[in-house]
């Protein structure tokens, strides 16, 4: 590189394998504290989180209601904050994730569930000594992926794969654990692999916009490739569900488009006909997914996971693959990915 703009936030995203290795092993055994209090599956278990957060509590909610067969759900902290009514029916138990553990809507959302429910949260955080960490019941702390830069890309992940680590836990699926335990191997080889393809999409100077599509737990996950795109990049970056693209957003594709699918195997032929429409429509389509078909050819590029790894547990491998291609747009503006415009690291109020 020929400064030093980015340099964090290359070093972060290449990181993550080692990052993933490091927090899998720390928590490979649990609290009996933190079991206890994730194994009560008569209350419903909300996640809360502020930004990329945010979309990590609605990947963790849906990881945690398909791996543990249970009720959660994902709500930014600042719903739970000013609006309790709704967000704290049926006396849920309360799951807060901040990388820092300092964001303002988080505690300030905390301290409303303790003083409405007299109860405490359980947190995940990369900072041990945050404000979050002691305001919580019970504090897991993912402190090797601390970053220098803004923008989250090694937090985010990793504090993903330790939700997923404890539904797995929790829930005995030793054959969900194998497989996410492969994850960081495999992560190893799809960025040594892909890397060139990514450069060359995020340098193509016909794309004036992106779309990100995702459905189902992966949903939470298209949402964070959006954000990271329009925060390190400053681009026109949007999100959809696979399907609702259809009703009214698909109306603004053109050739200046670059549609993102995170394609699922579950929902896999209904996800890859809509990036075929697109693509007629004029679009340039990216499908990420297991393994290619019939229809993923008709895709102008196609990624190919080829891990072995069981849907839920591979999910984390879209991540850094998109992190890199939102880095990669951001030096090619000639932007510093590592400090965002108009952004802060912690969000205070």
């Not at 609605?58 to 990881?63: C, G, I, K, T």
């Not at 904050?81 to 553990?101: E, H, M, Q, T």
């Not at 995940?124 to 897991?140: E, F, G, H, R, V």
Request: include cysteine.
């Amino acid at each position: 590189m020929e400064t030093n703009n980015g340099h964090s936030t290359y070093s972060e995203i290449q990181s993550q394998p080692r990052t993933w290795e490091a927090t899998l092993s720390k928590y490979y055994a649990l609290h009996p504290d933190v079991v206890q209090f994730l194994q009560d599956q008569n209350r419903p278990l909300v996640f809360i989180g502020c930004g990329s957060t945010y979309y990590l509590s609605l990947s963790a909610a849906a990881s945690w209601q398909t791996i543990t067969d249970s009720t959660a759900r994902g709500v930014p902290s600042s719903e739970l904050w000013l609006f309790p009514k709704l967000v704290l029916r049926d006396n849920p138990r309360l799951f807060a994730i901040s990388r820092s553990g300092e964001t303002s809507e988080t505690i300030l959302a905390i301290d409303t569930y303790k003083r409405l429910t007299n109860q405490k949260c359980l947190g995940i955080t990369c900072y041990p000594q945050s404000l979050m960490a002691k305001d919580s019941l019970l504090t897991l702390c993912t402190d090797s992926a601390q970053e220098d830069s803004v923008a989250q890309t090694r937090s985010f992940s990793s504090m993903y794969l330790l939700v997923q680590q404890l539904a797995g836990i929790i829930s005995n699926k030793s054959e969900f654990l194998t497989d996410l335990y492969k994850t960081p191997h495999m992560l190893e080889k799809l960025m040594a692999l892909y890397e060139p393809l990514i450069h060359e999409i995020a340098v193509n100077p016909n794309i004036d916009k992106f779309v990100f599509l995702g459905s189902g737990p992966l949903f939470g996950l298209a949402s964070e490739a959006m954000l990271k795109m329009k925060e390190m990049s400053l681009s026109i970056s949007e999100v959809f569900h696979f399907l609702e693209f259809r009703h009214g957003p698909k109306s603004v594709v053109g050739p200046g488009t670059m549609i993102i699918g995170l394609v699922s195997e579950t929902s896999e032929e209904h996800e890859l006909k809509v990036l075929s429409e697109m693509r007629r429509q004029g679009a340039k389509t990216l499908a990420i997914l297991e393994n290619g078909g019939p229809l993923s050819t008709e895709n102008d590029t196609v990624i190919e996971l080829k891990s072995g790894i069981q849907e839920l547990a591979r999910s984390v491998l879209y991540l850094p693959l998109l992190q890199l291609l939102a880095y990669y747009r951001s030096m090619y503006k000639g932007l510093n990915p590592d400090r965002p415009e108009n952004l802060e690291a912690v969000v205070r109020i």
